[in-house]
């Protein structure tokens, strides 16, 4: 390997640690002014999941900081159909060993085929589903959005999602406005309409300061050329991180309190104060490290006409065992009755 490749490489882990770190920053950089902000925001924010304080799939709790857990990001869009119905449309798997300080990244791209029971849509719903109609299916059958989301990961990867974390995506772009705009390096020009209104959004390669609008179609791009070697989670990923960067910055602190409360209007979690503390404490030393799992399969049109993401068997089947042996989970296979039926 060529000294070239190994300082890619580092670059790349050093870039998807702070990715994640970044990701809980903004989940958490309320914690970045004190613990006031973090009382402030945490009752607008928390949201059970009414499963108690476990996943059903662990025999005890979990205890932050201490035990390997998994978080679910979910970056949900609802703009489109103001506010209703929205689609979890970036799902991220996160694991943390506190003892290793090793972290894992596995994304679930978002038109994996499910299925979904009718105990949990109805029947009008029950059958095969994209991955990110969970969230608005569970939303309009009265389930439970976040519930149904987690609880169709946990069947997808058989591990339990022990918290997760929601974040609407119209939040980056009201930060953004706070913060009178964000610079991104554009790696590759595009246009791409406005999701406000009918204007086209010019693009050039280089840094850009954007507004909120101009960010949130920097995001949301896929149908153009550019969208395969420019993919959108990368553009995501780039945006995060340039918005936590101008976020955290001395000239921007003095806004924490309006950042505040644009959190508290579009974060959820089931993550207590005490809890984002832990993790942060666990995972703040240069010893981190951060790895992404990848599911491998392909995009095709199924007998509905739709097309889905299908996983590899072997695959899949590999991560599985990969997340269980991260989380010290170990599978249990339902108990079959082996009594013997007499006539």
């Given amino acids: 390997m060529t000294t070239r490749k190994v300082r890619k490489r580092r670059r790349i882990k050093k870039r998807k640690r702070r990715i994640l770190v970044t990701f809980l920053l903004f989940l958490g950089i309320l914690i970045g002014g004190g613990a006031y902000y973090a009382?402030?925001?945490y009752t607008a924010t928390f949201q059970g999941?009414?499963?108690?304080?476990?996943?059903?799939?662990?025999?005890?709790?979990?205890?932050?900081?201490?035990?390997?857990?998994?978080?679910l990001l979910l970056g949900v869009e609802d703009y489109s159909s103001h506010g209703a119905g929205g689609r979890a449309d970036t799902i991220i798997v996160m694991t943390l060993d506190p003892d290793t300080k090793e972290m894992t990244m596995t994304s679930i791209p978002r038109d994996t085929r499910v299925d979904l029971p009718a105990d949990k849509v109805g029947e009008q719903y029950a059958g095969?589903?994209?991955?990110?109609?969970?969230?608005?299916?569970?939303?309009?059958?009265?389930?439970?959005?976040?519930?149904?989301?987690?609880?169709?990961?946990?069947?997808?990867?058989?591990?339990?999602?022990?918290?997760?974390?929601?974040?609407?995506?119209?939040?980056?772009?009201?930060?953004?406005?706070?913060?009178?705009?964000?610079?991104?390096?554009?790696?590759?020009?595009?246009?791409?309409?406005?999701?406000?209104?009918?204007?086209?959004?010019?693009?050039?390669?280089?840094?850009?300061?954007m507004t909120g609008e101009e960010a949130?179609?920097?995001?949301?791009?896929?149908?153009?050329?550019?969208?395969?070697?420019?993919?959108?989670?990368?553009?995501?990923?780039?945006?995060?991180?340039?918005?936590?960067?101008?976020?955290?910055?001395?000239?921007?602190?003095?806004?924490?309190?309006?950042?505040?409360?644009?959190?508290?209007k579009?974060?959820?979690?089931?993550l207590s104060p005490r809890e984002i503390f832990a993790i942060q404490k666990a995972f703040s030393s240069e010893e981190s490290s951060v790895e992404t799992i990848k599911i491998d399969?392909?995009?095709?049109?199924?007998?509905?006409?739709?097309?889905?993401?299908?996983a590899y068997e072997e695959?899949?089947?590999?991560?599985?065992?990969q997340l269980q042996t991260l989380l010290d989970y170990k599978h249990s296979e339902p108990e079959t009755d082996t009594t013997e039926s007499s006539y």
């Fill in 315 to 321: 695959s899949l089947m590999e991560v599985k065992a």
């Fill in 266 to 270: 579009n974060v959820s979690t089931n």
């Fill in 297 to 310: 399969g392909e995009n095709s049109r199924l007998e509905d006409g739709l097309y889905y993401f299908t």
């Fill in 39 to 41: 009382t402030q925001v």
């Fill in 216 to 264: 949130l179609a920097f995001v949301r791009m896929r149908k153009h050329d550019a969208a395969v070697t420019y993919p959108r989670d990368e553009r995501q990923r780039q945006f995060i991180k340039a918005s936590i960067d101008e976020a955290i910055s001395a000239g921007t602190l003095f806004k924490l309190g309006e950042i505040s409360d644009v959190l508290g």
């Fill in 49 to 71: 999941l009414e499963r108690g304080e476990k996943s059903a799939l662990r025999d005890e709790a979990v205890d932050i900081g201490k035990d390997p857990i998994s978080v």
């Fill in 128 to 209: 095969s589903h994209k991955i990110n109609a969970a969230y608005s299916l569970g939303e309009i059958s009265g389930y439970g959005a976040e519930k149904l989301t987690v609880e169709t990961v946990e069947e997808y990867l058989d591990i339990p999602i022990d918290k997760y974390a929601k974040v609407n995506f119209e939040a980056f772009v009201d930060v953004v406005e706070i913060m009178d705009g964000v610079t991104i390096d554009v790696k590759e020009g595009f246009s791409q309409k406005s999701h406000l209104n009918s204007s086209i959004i010019e693009f050039d390669e280089g840094p850009t300061k």
